[in-house]
């Protein structure tokens, strides 16, 4: 594998549902990020770590709950969720100091929430 | 309010011409900028970006363009090809936080045969 992987790619959950994304870079970045992308709105950016460690969280409600476990692994675990997060959910990295500053994206996970 | 504006929402353009999308942006502490690419069921791929030390950066087919008075870049495309159909997002990071990007809201380019 190379790149960003995220699995699943699509995926159909009830609002009592619990699930979660995954995310693996195989680039030997030391951050990595959540981001939703909306119907005819741009990507936001959700959540940021740093070497393992979150810096940024950009008022995400708590049914959002982001977990690095090491620096390859990223995942979203997803509860209670409502219709208006269905969308689609990014996952980037990068390399954080040394002047590197650009994202990579994986292919997204779909998520429709019923 | 966005902060990264993509005023045309699409673009047509004739095989073998000049492509030219556009991103204003409004907030003076961004200093690095980026476009990427997106096809449809796949993530945004990156294509080139620019430090606010330059005005022109060129990779191939691909040239940005950054006036920082006017706080304005461009995508140049020459010459387009039916492959670079897709939609095209401009995104800036600010100087104290090179990780947080800010996207516009994306330019759907159709390249005809």
């Known amino acids: 594998e190379t790149g960003v992987t995220q699995t699943p790619r699509h995926l159909v959950m009830g609002m009592t549902n619990k699930k979660s994304l995954k995310c693996e870079q195989h680039?030997?970045?030391?951050?990595m990020y959540w981001y939703k992308q909306s119907a005819k709105k741009p990507l936001e950016l959700m959540f940021v770590y740093n070497f393992k460690e979150q810096t940024e969280n950009n008022s995400v409600p708590s049914r959002f709950s982001p977990e690095c476990p090491n620096s390859s692994h990223l995942f979203l675990h997803l509860h209670t969720l409502q219709p208006e997060d269905s969308a689609l959910y990014l996952c980037?990295?990068?390399?954080?100091?040394?002047?590197?500053?650009?994202?990579?994206f994986g292919p997204g996970t779909r998520l429709l929430v019923l | 309010d966005q902060q990264v504006k993509q005023n045309s929402p699409s673009l047509s353009v004739q095989e073998g011409r000049i492509s030219i999308l556009n991103c204003d942006y409004t907030n003076s502490m961004f200093d690095y900028f980026l476009w990427y690419k997106k096809y449809p069921a796949e993530g945004p791929t990156f294509l080139i970006s620019i430090s606010s030390i330059k005005d022109k950066n060129e990779d191939g087919r691909f040239t940005v363009f950054l006036n920082k008075s006017a706080k304005h870049l461009s995508l140049h495309i020459v010459p387009s090809q039916p492959g670079d159909s897709a939609v095209y997002f401009c995104a800036a990071s600010p100087v104290n936080a090179g990780n947080m990007l800010t996207f516009g809201g994306g330019t759907r380019l159709m390249v005809k045969p």
């Open positions: 980037a990295s990068s390399q954080e100091g040394g002047g590197g500053r650009t994202q990579y």
């Open positions: 680039l030997g970045h030391n951050a």
